[in-house]
């Protein structure tokens, strides 16, 4: 598998305020582009603690959504570099036929990472659904950065 997205240098613990900026960034970041669509936060344990949707996105965003973040936490990687290792022939090919359906191997969902003493942790997953591929990856890298905003040590 690659490398992971995102490196923060503290222990982060994720909280209802910090995800609930998360999702308002990921929308905010969808109106710029045009785009509309739902946003959730999951914890590590991939447990939903923050949605949106935006007025008129699409019925599927909302499961879509959860479901980016869950697989992003679950196998601790950006779920658009999914694609390719879950095509046929590929190092986890058929993923997207397990997980009870959850695993979701397109754009749109990222883990969060964070420094621990006992090695590097998943603190959360953000994942967006309702635009185009690259507009879920956009509206979620918006999401990422106010996780790293909020967490990065002063200095």
Request: proline letters at 3%.
């Amino acid at each position: 598998m690659t490398a992971r997205v995102s490196a923060v240098t503290t222990s982060a613990a994720l909280t209802l305020a910090l995800a609930s900026r998360m999702t308002d960034a990921a929308l905010a970041r969808a109106a710029e582009l045009g785009a509309l669509v739902s946003a959730a936060v999951v914890d590590a344990g991939g447990h939903l603690v923050h949605f949106q949707r935006m007025d008129r996105a699409e019925i599927a965003g909302p499961t879509l959504a959860v479901d980016k973040a869950f697989t992003a936490v679950a196998h601790r990687i950006a779920t658009a570099e999914l694609a390719e290792l879950a095509a046929p022939g590929g190092e986890l090919a058929g993923l997207q036929a397990n997980g009870g359906g959850r695993y979701v191997v397109f754009g749109g969902g990222l883990p969060c990472w964070s420094a621990d003493p006992a090695g590097d942790v998943v603190v959360a997953g953000i994942g967006v659904s309702g635009g185009t591929a690259e507009q879920d990856i956009a509206c979620a890298d918006a999401a990422l950065a106010a996780f790293t905003a909020a967490v990065r040590p002063a200095g």
